[in-house]
T-cell receptor, first 114, second 110 residues
Framework: DVKVTQSSRYLVKRTGEKVFLECVQD?????MFWYRQDPGLGLRLIYF???????EKGDIPEGYSVSREKKERFSLILESASTNQTSMYLC?????????????FGPGTRLTVL | RKEVEQDPGPFNVPEGATVAFNCTYS??????FFWYRQDCRKEPKLLMS???SGNEDGRFTAQLNRASQYISLLIRDSKLSDSATYLC???????????FGSGTRLLVRP
């Protein structure tokens, strides 16, 4: 079974703090993705990565950065957290040959910025 | 027009009913299609991929209509445990990105 884990289920931070969200997958997937999910807005892609040290902007990259130093790990960084970044953050991975597009999600991190 | 559209619902049906959802997509070049199920405050989980010929998994049937650019999900003999939000996902280009619909909420009542 594909396993995607995220470092925290719930996180509370203060405005201006630097926030790190970590995601690890154990299936040797090439592709990893960060989304945020807000009521009424669905899943929105923040950043994704096809390979180590490679990153591409998604639809809403502003205020975020990412790091992929190892294949299994993809980190999302909020450089200076703001209240409008309060959201559910979901990491996903994909990449086995037969099912390259199929994405598997981690349990999510519910971030509250005060 | 949104890239991927779903009726948000909720669809409120009695146990045992048959219910169907559609999901329309705007990119005629899309090649991969999926249905995910998401329970409240949980992550989306893959329900099934949608193949050109259609596919069935127990009470669930997914179909693709390329001409009209939509995919459908049919649930027969609804169970209380089917209550969830159903998200469709469509690949967009060769980048392995998926575009997700906003989801259709299903409520199955006793």
């Amino acid at each position: 079974d594909v396993k995607v884990t995220q470092s925290s289920r719930y996180l509370v931070k203060r405005t201006g703090e630097k926030v790190f969200l970590e995601c690890v997958q154990d299936m040797d997937h090439e592709n990893m993705f960060w989304y945020r999910q807000d009521p009424g807005l669905g899943l929105r892609l923040i950043y994704f990565s096809y390979d180590v040290k490679m990153k591409e902007k998604g639809d809403i990259p502003e205020g975020y950065s990412v790091s992929r130093e190892k294949k299994e790990r993809f980190s999302l960084i909020l450089e200076s957290a703001s209240t409008n970044q309060t959201s559910m953050y979901l990491c996903a991975s994909s990449g086995l040959a037969e099912t390259t597009d199929t994405q598997y999600f981690g349990p999510g991190t519910r971030l509250t910025v005060l | 027009r949104k890239e991927v559209e779903q009726d948000p619902g909720p669809f409120n049906v009695p146990e045992g009913a048959t219910v169907a959802f559609n999901c329309t997509y705007s990119n005629s070049a899309s090649q991969s299609f999926f249905w995910y199920r998401q329970d409240c405050r949980k992550e989306p989980k893959l329900l099934m991929s949608v193949y050109s010929s259609g596919n069935e998994d127990g009470r669930f049937t997914a179909q693709l209509n390329r001409a009209s650019q939509y995919i459908s999900l049919l649930i027969r003999d609804s169970k209380l445990s089917d209550s969830a939000t159903y998200l469709c996902a469509v690949n967009w280009d060769s980048s392995y990105k998926l575009i997700f619909g906003s989801g259709t909420r299903l409520l199955v009542r006793p």
